[in-house]
């Protein structure tokens, strides 16, 4: 099983580029490896999925290695609002969902 | 736009009780999930559901029954709730068995005493 750490707490300023790595040792070949957003009194929200190399959207962007054990979601130039709680989850494309686990969820505090 | 609605934001309830959690999904999603949130445990699956009158067990399904009788609506049920129930419940749901992400309610803060 996919077993998913993730570093408890990150602080940054303004501005800057934050890095949140996941690791996941035991990823399945049909794994997919998405990332989340939670903010006080919500439910997560997503922000970005993929499978190998890299990707990237209008908020982030994933870096995933070759042998996939660990990724990393990177936030540029972050904003106060970005303080919030990011998750990984690892699941295979086909949702047999005994495999699919949320890491425990790395929180973001963004300093002025 | 997507919308997971959870019948409650807050709920007190005494232990022995039974508890009924709903949730409603209006993007005709196949997939919809239960899950409890605790402070530095993250996310663990209670039970899902990716058809109606289908269900299967998740990480943690001991005290915990689920019921989908309708595609929109998932509903969890704790049978006897218990102090250590007290937690965040999300529910959420997805399309197909594709592994797309998963869209979330606002959760349901539960407490029982």
């Known amino acids: 099983l996919a077993k998913t750490t993730q570093p408890i707490s990150m602080d940054s300023y303004e501005g800057q580029e934050v890095n949140i790595t996941c690791s996941h040792n035991?990823?399945?070949?049909?794994?997919?490896i998405t990332w989340y957003q939670q903010f006080p009194s919500q439910g997560p929200r997503f922000i970005i999925q993929?499978?190998?190399t890299k990707v990237t959207n209008e908020v982030a962007s994933l870096f995933i290695p070759a042998d996939r054990k660990s990724s990393t979601l990177s936030l540029p130039r972050v904003s106060l609002s970005d303080t919030a709680v990011y998750y990984c989850?690892?699941?295979?494309?086909?949702?047999?969902?005994?495999?699919?686990?949320f890491g425990a969820g790395t929180r973001l505090t963004v300093k002025p | 736009d997507v919308k997971v609605t959870q019948s409650s934001r807050y709920l007190v309830k005494r232990t022995g009780e039974k508890v009924f959690l709903e949730c409603v999904q209006d993007?005709?999603?196949?997939?919809m999930f239960w899950y409890r949130q605790d402070p530095g445990l993250g996310l663990r699956l209670i039970y899902f559901?990716?058809?109606?009158?289908?269900?299967e067990k998740g990480d943690i399904p001991e005290g915990y029954s689920v019921s989908r009788e309708k595609k929109e609506r998932f509903s969890l049920i704790l049978e006897s709730a218990s102090t250590n129930q007290t937690s965040m419940y999300l529910c959420?749901?997805?399309?197909?068995?594709?592994?797309?992400?998963?869209?979330f309610g606002d959760g349901t803060r539960l407490s029982i005493l």
């Open positions: 959420a749901s997805s399309p197909g068995r594709s592994g797309q992400p998963q869209h």
């Open positions: 035991n990823i399945a070949t049909n794994d997919y």
């Open positions: 993929g499978y190998k």
């Open positions: 989850l690892v699941a295979n494309q086909g949702y047999n969902n005994n495999d699919m686990r």
């Open positions: 993007m005709d999603h196949e997939n």
């Open positions: 559901s990716y058809d109606v009158k289908m269900k």
